[in-house]
């Protein structure tokens, strides 16, 4: 599998990221509460999260993906997606370990991601890769935790 590449605002794969994110998160439409932010991201989003932060892809077509933001003390990751028939093949840890990479480089000492609460699977997954929950947090409107946060060290 082919490196991952850092996509410009101008990408045009940002079209096939968007493509993958709808696909990915697909199966949470009826599971989570609020939906998904992915019904209302476009390519002009991902085109201003890469010049605010980084858009990273892998795959001649984009198989998967990640949004990095930093942020005061954390590398956030928003959007890590891998498609369907790529699970299980190290996708999802090579872009984690990208934004490691990452990280240090921005002097940044943690990763940081949300996940929803339902998504039981995620937390199982992000724990595999070194994430531990620390916090949970609220949608607006709403008085029970709706996400919980995960950070690994670096």
């Known amino acids: 599998m082919p490196a ?7 990408s045009p794969a940002l079209i096939e990221v968007l493509e993958l994110i709808r696909r990915s998160f697909a199966d949470m439409d ?3 509460d609020p939906p998904s932010s992915m019904h209302h991201l ?3 989003d991902l085109a201003a999260q890469a010049e605010a932060g980084e858009v990273w892809a892998i795959g001649t077509p984009v198989v998967a993906c990640v ?8 590398l956030y990751l928003g959007k890590l ?8 093949t190290g996708l999802a840890r090579q872009l984690v370990e990208l934004a490691a990479e990452r990280a240090r480089a921005h002097g940044l ?9 339902e998504l039981l699977e995620n937390h199982a997954t ?4 070194g994430f531990v929950q620390t916090a ?3 949608h607006p409107g709403y008085t029970r935790p709706t996400s919980v946060v995960l950070r690994r060290s670096l």
């Open 109 to 117: 000492e943690a990763l940081e991601l949300q996940t929803r609460v």
């Open 42 to 44: 476009t390519v002009a």
């Open 67 to 74: 949004v990095l933001t930093p942020r005061t003390d954390v």
């Open 30 to 32: 009826g599971r989570i």
């Open 126 to 129: 992000f724990a595999q890769l």
């Open 136 to 138: 949970t947090c609220a």
């Open 4 to 10: 991952p590449v850092q996509l410009p605002s101008d």
């Open 81 to 88: 997606a891998v498609a369907a028939d790529q699970h299980g």
